[in-house]
């Protein structure tokens, strides 16, 4: 069957979320419906729905007849999504049963690096922003538990705004990151448990590190 088109609503949605997670909409600003109904060329009435889902999930808080804030990234969040996103992905990876299954997650996550990699090369920093995402999320979802999984995205998603964008726009830090997952996919292949635990801590804090070295450059 083709595939829908998304409603008004979800493309205001999209729009927003993307504004909050790029930073181009930082903690503490305020929008309005109209403002994004303007940019969209959109009625209000889809925008307050878009909002008001940003609300329920967390991004934003609503002001009557004012607008709305974009909620600031909470003292501690950095550490307890890092801590939740190891819990997940060491578990995933924990949960395979047979070297088969770790060979086919691991050929999954090269090919994953592979594209990262070649957006890294045409300085695509949207794709190898979405590839990242992609190849965490390929682990959690290799441990079979859906919920899970769905949970790992909201994760990637709060982390995914707490690392400055210019992070991505470093080649070396960049390629770092690729190397990264290289590494963790070997490990996962090679049935290194201990080892890929060890190095996905590395990596998800050097993450998060690395992000807000970038923002204190930028000020």
Same mark, same amino acid.
């Given at each position: 069957m083709? $595939?829908?088109?998304?409603?008004a ?8 979320k ?5 930073? %181009?909409?930082? *903690? *503490? ?9 303007? %940019?969209? !060329?959109?009625? $209000?009435t ?7 889902r ?11 007849k004012r607008?709305a ?7 501690g969040?950095?550490?307890?999504v890092?801590?939740a996103?190891?819990?997940?992905e060491?578990?995933?990876? %924990?949960?395979l &049963?047979? +070297?088969?299954?770790?060979a ?5 996550l090269?090919s994953?690096?592979a594209?990262? &990699?070649? !957006?890294?090369?045409?300085g695509?920093?949207? &794709?190898y922003?979405r590839? +990242?995402? #992609?190849?965490?999320?390929?682990i959690v979802?290799?441990?079979g538990?859906?919920l899970?999984?769905s949970f790992s ?6 982390q995914? $705004?707490?690392v !400055?964008?210019?992070l991505? %726009?470093?080649?070396?830090?960049a390629?770092?990151?690729v190397a990264?997952?290289?590494r963790?996919? +070997? ?6 448990s201990? *080892?890929?635990?060890a190095?996905?801590?590395r990596?998800l ?6 992000g807000?070295?970038? +923002?204190a #450059?930028?000020l």
């Amino acid at each position: 069957m083709p $595939r829908s088109n998304p409603s008004a609503a979800d493309v205001a949605y999209r729009f927003v979320k993307d504004l909050i997670l790029s930073s %181009q909409l930082p *903690g *503490g600003t305020m929008v309005s419906e109209g403002e994004i109904a303007g %940019q969209l !060329a959109l009625s $209000r009435t889809p925008v307050r729905e878009a909002f008001l889902r940003l609300e329920s999930e967390g991004w934003l808080r609503l002001y009557p007849k004012r607008g709305a804030v974009v909620v600031p990234i909470a003292a501690g969040e950095a550490h307890a999504v890092i801590d939740a996103r190891l819990l997940l992905e060491v578990h995933a990876v %924990q949960s395979l &049963a047979t +070297d088969a299954d770790r060979a086919r997650l691991r050929a999954d996550l090269v090919s994953l690096v592979a594209e990262q &990699a070649a !957006a890294l090369d045409c300085g695509d920093v949207d &794709a190898y922003s979405r590839h +990242d995402t #992609a190849f965490h999320l390929a682990i959690v979802a290799a441990g079979g538990n859906a919920l899970l999984t769905s949970f790992s995205l909201t994760l990637s998603e709060r982390q995914h $705004r707490m690392v !400055a964008r210019s992070l991505w %726009q470093d080649v070396e830090r960049a390629e770092a990151f690729v190397a990264g997952h290289e590494r963790l996919a +070997d490990l996962i292949g090679a049935g290194d448990s201990d *080892g890929f635990e060890a190095a996905l801590r590395r990596h998800l804090h050097d993450a998060h590190l690395t992000g807000r070295a970038a +923002d204190a #450059a930028s000020l």
